[in-house]
């Protein structure tokens, strides 16, 4: 990281940069609800949903957010459009019951569902996706905590030292990346 810290270095002279470094660092680590979903997810996500039951709007978005950990909360904005459209294409159909929409497949959106990709979209299969990725960003955060410690009160030596760990952190990172 020796190119990404401040120019002047750290030290007491230096504290601003120093943060406005660990807050960036920390920034890109850090978990963002409701994140956004590809074009097309949210459709493919309601024809899963609605194979398995009946549901209404928001129960749609509850069974997203729920069995994406988290990580991905479509807005009312996204979901009831969609709904809208497939209802439209002939996909599904709306009943009311007390006071709500309760949406289900229509035979067309049967076959519709069970012809989409065999994954849900909450079951991403990506580089970035399962337990073990939720735990990176909580480590790279707490680095970046304890560098920004070491910043605010190590002695120069201190400094020096913690510099060299996240180099050799760095490289490290790098030959995990390099292996197949």
Known sequence: ???????????????????DFFEE???KFEKRPGTRAGRGEVRSAVLALLAERPMHGYQIIHEIEER??????????SVYPTLQLLADEGLITAEESNGRKIYS????GREEAEGADASAPWESTGPASGADFAALPKAGVELAQVAAQVGRSGSPKQVREAVAVLDDARRRLYSILAQD
């Open 1 to 19: 990281m020796r190119n990404s810290f401040p120019a002047g270095g750290f030290g007491p002279g230096n504290i601003d940069s120093v943060w």
């Open 68 to 77: 994406s950990g988290g990580n991905w909360k479509p807005s009312a904005g």
């Open 25 to 27: 660092l920390r920034s």
């Open 105 to 108: 497949l229509t035979e067309a």
